[in-house]
């Protein structure tokens, strides 16, 4: 969570996104890999099409889920827009969102999005060791 936190705020005030990896099968959030918004906007995310296939490349490699994927967003709350929802891909990932906003409060989310129906669920933070 302090991971994705950081990684909004360095890149406010465009939107921030990435991936926490885990174990195959597990639901176990571990691995954490901030990436590159292509679209470089304040509105809008995009995975770099070339740093998403290695990702995954490295992931299938590792035995790996994509648990969590995250972005912000540096305006709005943190709930999926229309258009967060038609990319969702990953019925199995939590879709974690981020609202960075302009008065410096935070607002952490976490959301499943399959078939286009949106659940929020609860963000219970656990101790990683």
Known sequence: MDEIIAHARRDHPDEACGVVAGPTGSDRPERFVPMLNAARSPTFYEFDSMDLLHLYREMD?????????????????????????????????????????????????????????????????????
């Open 61 to 129: 490699d590792n035995d790996e889920d994509p648990v969590v994927i995250y972005h912000s967003h540096t305006a709005t709350e943190a709930y999926p827009s229309r258009t967060d929802v038609s990319y969702a891909s990953e019925p199995g990932a939590h879709y974690v969102l981020v609202s960075t906003g302009t008065d410096g409060d935070v607002e952490f989310r976490s959301f499943r999005i399959v078939d286009g129906e949106v659940t929020e669920e609860p963000v219970d933070i656990v101790d990683g060791e």
